[in-house]
């Protein structure tokens, strides 16, 4: 784990402090670092919003302020199971009920492997690390937004709210990540791309990701066919052509499937939703003598 990942994890152990401050009966899942920052999945009867994210960072001030230690705990896999019963993981103190999702994961622990638990100040995690020395080295963070999330990724489980934030070594660091961020908005091609009138993008008929390609951007892509292909031909290359749609495998080795299935190519169902799918046959229909010249 990188120095970075270190407090980027570390400051999820301190979210999740912080909103057992305000809401003790929240139930935790996994809290790992990501590419942008950090997350931590939890089941709260109460919904979370970015309306309540400035109370939430508060908390997590106090806890970066009193810059307590991260402190490793080897356990044995009996105590973990007893505390985890007695809802002491993930926790600032002993609940009445179980820290279940907690509970699972120590029962999915491999036998030979050691398991750790992880203090700052009054929380407790079962966490393998590794952590930043003490919670002041988290030296900026910021919650960004909430999404939803099955519990092990199975539409199966529990749907938990998954709170995202960022964390850096100190100030100007973020203050970079999110200027850079605002520049990047600013170059956004599907901003550009519509401005200059040369797609459209329509999530309600086609889909996010999907470009209808406008008369203008047409004569792009097919100038950039023909470059492709003159290349290619000046190279030595012979083309071949493959069918848009394939089985679920063929994505699965490509590497689409596991990275674009939430956000843009979700498996086809073939015999299931039918009626589901009528109904987009019929919207696309419509779009089609939308998008049709009249007269
Ligand atoms: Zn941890």
Redesign the pocket.
Known sequence: MTELERIR?SAA?VLATAILKIWPEAQFAAGPPVETGFYYDLELPHRISPEDFARIEEEMKREVKANHVFERVEISRSDALAMAERGELASLATRGIPSKFKLDIVQNIPEDEVITL?RNGEFT?L?A?P?VLRTGNIGAFKLTHVASAYYKGDERNPQLQRIYGTAFKNKTAMEEYFTMLEEAKKRDHRKIGAEMGLYAIDSEFVGPGMPLWLPKGTVLVEELEKLAKESEFAGGYVRVRSPHLAKEKMYKTSGHLPYYAESMFPPMEMDEHREERAKIQGRMAELERLLTPQG
């Open positions: 994890h152990h992880y995690d966490c690390g952590h």
